[in-house]
């Protein structure tokens, strides 16, 4: 029997088709789809915003930081469970995050932990919507108010989540920064893009993603000027989204009303074949909201649980061929972070307890009935063996 791998893109022809007509157009770098593409994004996204594409949210980050003049002695809050590049773009321009706790329930970013890490250093918060449920944005926005700072959206995951009936990206942020990586909730291959309703943010992020050109290739050869004259207006980047991933993208991007059903089916499936199981399921979205579903990760929920415990259920997992990630090791555990400041696992409680017993189970939409059964059968019959094994031990003990 194959093993069902943790994620795989869903590509069909027409998004075969599409990259082969970038292809044959002879636009191959950034063109006229992605241009569409921006407009087409900013369009479904709504609420007046404009987009700028980039060749990866960890690009558009930087892009987004960069413009908000975000440097050298600055601090930027950012939670501790996420993936390194939520704050590695931080030190790229020579500031400092500031790395904090999470809420046990949700796993995003705490605000009464952020509010105790706000210091007068403190440029900017940047949230990360876990697995596609959105964090608590009226708090966190409050505190920003209150204390002057920058909201930055790493919506990675958040594709199309919603908060408060509005979509994730319209919110009164800087900028909110999505993610096309091949296992996202649409794809480009390696791709993301930047929204803002701040125009001047926009236009420093487009011309920033390459070299600091005042016009891009596309632009120079629609324009009256000599399509071989430009001008560097600062030292910037190469971070531009190429007209094949576009297309990709712009097919995908017809699909996603599609790849959210299939995702919030196959989660709707997950909680109630393992409702009655020693586990935390992912926590779901308010009544009216959308979660993208990007990421459905377990914990396990039983008295004296260790993270040997999870490790041994991803082991067995792995033998009967389902493929396990986990999302994430918190960042204050990874050497570079700890060391340059200093991190103490004291001070990330929720997150210590965490990740010592999560784990993300395969959610994409390429995955058939018999898939989605296999993963149900064998998390249950593994969970149920782990747990009546440790209760019998516990009870021998005694």
């Known amino acids: 029997m194959s093993s069902i791998p943790y994620a795989l893109p869903d590509i069909g ?19 006229p789809a992605a241009r569409a593409f921006e407009q087409e994004f900013a369009a479904r996204i709504g609420g007046g915003v404009h987009a700028v594409g980039v060749n990866s949210a960890t690009a558009g980050l930087h892009l987004a930081m960069e413009a908000l003049g975000i440097g050298q ?12 590049a939520t704050v590695e ?27 105790a890490a706000i210091t007068p250093r403190t440029k900017a918060i940047v949230v ?70 701040d125009l001047a943010l926009i236009d420093r992020t487009r011309k920033m993603r390459l070299h600091g050109i005042d016009r891009d ?7 009256n000027r000599p399509s071989w004259y430009y001008e560097v207006v600062a030292p910037g980047y190469k971070y531009n989204l190429s007209d094949m991933a576009a297309a990709l993208g712009r097919v995908q991007l017809t699909r996603i009303d599609e790849f959210l059903a299939k995702r919030e089916a196959i989660a709707t499936r ?41 490790d041994d259920v991803i082991a067995r997992l792995f033998e009967e061929g389902i493929g396990i990630s986990v999302h994430y090791i918190p ?21 210590e307890k965490i990740f010592s017993t999560i784990f993300s189970v395969p959610l994409y939409t390429a995955m058939d009935d018999s898939q989605i059964d296999r993963v149900i059968e064998a998390v249950r019959k593994i969970i149920l063996a782990k747990y009546g094994e440790k209760k019998t031990l516990e009870e021998y003990s005694c």
């Open 89 to 115: 773009v931080v030190r790229y321009l020579g500031a400092d995050p500031r790395i904090v706790d999470v809420d046990p329930m949700t796993l995003n970013i705490d605000p009464v932990a952020i509010e």
């Open 270 to 310: 997950y909680d109630a074949a393992w409702a009655d199981l020693p586990i935390i399921l992912p926590p779901r979205p308010s009544s009216g909201d959308q979660h993208a579903w990007h990421i459905y990760a377990l914990r396990l929920d039983w008295e004296g649980v260790t993270e040997a415990d999870r």
């Open 13 to 31: 022809e027409a998004e075969i088709d599409a990259v082969a007509d970038a292809m044959r157009s002879g636009w191959v770098t950034t063109g």
């Open 128 to 197: 990360v919507h876990y697995g596609g449920l959105a964090c608590p944005m009226h708090e966190i926005l409050s505190l920003a108010d209150r204390y002057g700072l920058a909201v930055i959206e790493d919506a990675a995951h958040a594709f199309p989540t919603t908060y408060h009936g509005a979509m994730i990206g319209t919110l009164r942020t800087a900028a909110t920064i999505f993610s096309f990586y091949a296992n996202k909730t649409m794809t480009t291959g390696e791709g993301g893009m930047i929204v803002s309703h």
């Open 217 to 223: 290739a596309f632009d120079r050869f629609r324009s």
């Open 73 to 84: 002695g600055d601090e930027v809050i950012a939670p501790t469970l996420t993936f390194t």
């Open 331 to 351: 960042l204050h555990k990874h050497p570079y972070w700890r060391e340059k400041y200093d991190l103490k696992p004291e001070q990330y409680p929720a997150a």
